[in-house]
T-cell receptor
Framework: AQRVTQPEKLLSVFKGAPVELKCNYSYSGSPELFWYVQYSRQRLQLLLR??SRESIKGFTADLNKGETSFHLKKPFAQEEDSAMYYC???????????FGEGTQLTVNP | GAVVSQHPSWVICKSGTSVKIECRSL??????MFWYRQFPKQSLMLMAT?????????EQGVEKDKFLINHASLTLSTLTVTSAHPEDSSFYIC?????????????FGAGSRLTVL
């Protein structure tokens, strides 16, 4: 079975502060991890995926297989980062995508 | 980039009626589409995987006779909520797999909000 856990439903930081959204997973095989973001009144969209090892909008995420984590980080949060963030997992090769429960990030001015 | 169009964006119906929601992939072909359900302030729950030209694969606990899925072409999947009841009121979201540069990425529709009176 595959499972994704995001322990924080709500996260509030001030503009310019570092932010880390936690994600832990459980999967018996080789996982493919993603972060999706949903801005207010917009559709869910891909933020980044671990295999590309890229930085999008200043966000990065590193897959830690030892700790089974894929935390999302940004050194200096901006107000426009306020959104709902979902961590998601699928098996390599594109099987079904399982989502975490999401973390609502609020960046205060 | 890849776009998934979902229609209608919201629908209100009477209890006992059936409602059809369409999911279209624009500018790309999708052999596989996924249907999710999202309750307020909760995560997306996968309902079923829609496969073009074959039967959908339903997740455990999802009634296949209640939620009929048809994927008749490479760009269209439909979800029909049959004999809808108030407890079926929810936000239904479809997604399609778009292989981007060899990677596996899902593109999501904007969702369809169903309210059953």
């Amino acid at each position: 079975a595959q499972r994704v856990t995001q322990p924080e439903k709500l996260l509030s930081v001030f503009k310019g502060a570092p932010v880390e959204l936690k994600c832990n997973y459980s999967y018996s095989g080789s996982p493919e991890l993603f972060w999706y973001v949903q801005y207010s009144r917009q559709r869910l969209q891909l933020l980044l995926r671990h295999i590309s090892r890229e930085s999008i909008k200043g966000f990065t995420a590193d897959l830690n297989k030892g700790e089974t984590s894929f935390h999302l980080k940004k050194p200096f949060a901006q107000e426009e980062d306020s959104a709902m963030y979902y961590c998601a997992l699928s098996g390599l090769g594109g099987s079904r995508l399982t989502f975490g429960e999401g973390t609502q990030l609020t960046v205060n001015p | 980039g890849a776009v998934v169009s979902q229609h209608p964006s919201w629908v209100i119906c009477k209890s006992g009626t059936s409602v059809k929601i369409e999911c279209r992939s624009l500018d790309f072909q999708a052999t596989t589409m996924f249907w999710y359900r999202q309750f307020p302030k909760q995560s997306l729950m996968l309902m079923a995987t829609s496969n073009e030209g074959s039967k959908a694969t339903y997740e455990q606990g999802v009634e296949k006779d209640k939620f009929l899925i048809n994927h008749a072409s490479l760009t269209l999947s439909t979800l029909t909520v049959t004999s809808a009841h108030p407890e079926d009121s929810s936000f239904y979201i479809c997604s399609a797999r778009d292989f981007l540069g060899g990677a596996n990425v899902l593109t999501f529709g904007a969702g369809s909000r169903l309210t059953v009176l």
